[in-house]
């Protein structure tokens, strides 16, 4: 079946600091790759997605490249803010069908100023 | 803006109650998702709905029904409560034409305590 693998946290950087969170994926065929924000208090919401490999994905400063030789989806930021304090969740999906998501289990980051 | 509304964010129930969780999505998306997440278990898919009446067991069914009487709604039930279902629970829903990979929309979720 389908998963992804990422590390827990948490995750603590200083301000300015080079973020990067590793996602591995488990999937046969060629699934769409997300990657979802969780701030404190509130639902999920999409950061950023690649729909085939080689795309990379960007938003507020954060990047991401489909690499389907490496089954990887890694998240970078050049210059974390205390604002990133989060839970990122890495995901896959697959077109069609009922859109079912498999989720990974979410890296909290901590930003201290 | 997509909205998906959830109707309580916080909730406290006794062993044994019935509850109901409510889900409301006002972008007209065909399917809609419940899901619970634990810490260092992530998200958990419960149950999906990808048409008015229509329903799929998710990952973790046991101890839960839904309800989909209108494409706006979707309602998560406990038939009756017990504390290991203590947890968040949120409401995702999305598009559903094939061959494109949708988003999930989240409502800010519910969390039930179960006492």
């Known amino acids: 079946g389908n998963s992804v693998t990422q590390m827990e946290g948490p995750v603590t950087l200083s301000e300015e600091a080079f973020l990067t969170i590793n996602c591995t994926y488990t999937?046969?065929?060629?699934?769409?790759l997300f990657w979802y924000v969780q701030y404190p208090g509130e639902g999920l919401q999409l950061l950023l997605k690649?729909?085939?490999?080689?795309d990379k994905g960007s938003n507020k400063g954060f990047e991401a490249t489909y690499r389907k030789e490496t089954t990887s989806f890694h998240l970078e930021k050049g210059s974390v803010q205390v604002s990133d304090s989060a839970v990122y969740f890495c995901?896959?999906?697959?077109?069609?069908?009922?859109?079912?998501?498999?989720f990974g289990i979410g890296t909290k980051l901590q930003v201290i100023p | 803006d997509v909205k998906v509304t959830q109707s309580s964010r916080y909730l406290v129930k006794r062993t044994g109650e019935k509850v109901f969780l409510e889900c409301v999505q006002d972008?007209?998306?065909?399917?809609m998702f419940w899901y619970r997440q634990d810490p260092g278990l992530g998200l958990r898919l419960i149950y999906f709905?990808?048409?008015?009446?229509?329903?799929e067991k998710g990952d973790i069914p046991e101890g839960y029904s839904v309800s989909r009487e209108k494409k706006e709604r979707f309602s998560l039930i406990l038939e009756s409560a017990s504390t290991n279902q203590t947890s968040m629970y949120l409401c995702?829903?999305?598009?559903?034409?094939?061959?494109?990979?949708?988003?999930?929309?989240f409502g800010p979720g519910t969390r039930l305590t179960v006492t």
């Open positions: 995702a829903s999305s598009f559903a034409l094939a061959g494109l990979s949708y988003e999930q929309y």
């Open positions: 999937a046969t065929g060629y699934p769409s």
């Open positions: 690649a729909t085939k490999a080689d």
């Open positions: 995901a896959l999906v697959y077109s069609g069908g009922y859109q079912k998501v498999t």
């Open positions: 972008m007209d998306h065909e399917n």
């Open positions: 709905s990808y048409d008015v009446k229509m329903k």
